[in-house]
Nanobody, 125 residues
Framework: QVQLVESGGGLVQAGGSLRLSCAASGSIFSINAMGWYRQAPGKERELVAVISRGGGSTYYVDSVKGRFTISRDNAKNTLYLQMNSLKPDDTAMYYC??????????????????WGQGTQVTVSS
């Protein structure tokens, strides 16, 4: 089993920045790709960014390209999401997810095996 705990969410004005963290513990050896999802009220959960096990490959949804950066520190078992130039549309609960799939980048939600509880990001206009 793997436990994921997110932190770093909060309230920020439009144009501001936040850095989310996700600390992993447990059977870390089983984790390959990791990703960030978000879900706004009344909307479906959306994949935001993915990073491969070694960090050499990444994926971003078009709406965050150039503004968000995903990274991971495997020595610290921590995943990050640096969010810059935040917009009100970025307001959502943000979830960390981990996959044991052999795929380098995982964009299929059902291939994520472990999920955190989420951290709220609110961007005011």
């Amino acid at each position: 089993q793997v436990q994921l705990v997110e932190s770093g969410g909060g309230l920020v004005q439009a144009g501001g920045s936040l850095r989310l963290s996700c600390a992993a513990s447990g059977s870390i050896f089983s984790i390959n790709a990791m990703g960030w999802y978000r879900q706004a009220p009344g909307k479906e959960r959306e994949l935001v960014a993915v990073i491969s096990r070694g960090g050499g490959s990444t994926y971003y949804v078009d709406s965050v390209k150039g503004r968000f950066t995903i990274s991971r520190d495997n020595a610290k078992n921590t995943l990050y999401l640096q969010m810059n130039s935040l917009k009100p549309d970025d307001t959502a609960m943000y979830y960390c997810a981990a996959s044991s799939s052999k795929q380098s980048i995982v964009v299929v939600t059902t291939l994520y095996d472990y999920w955190g509880q989420g951290t709220q990001v609110t961007v005011s206009s």
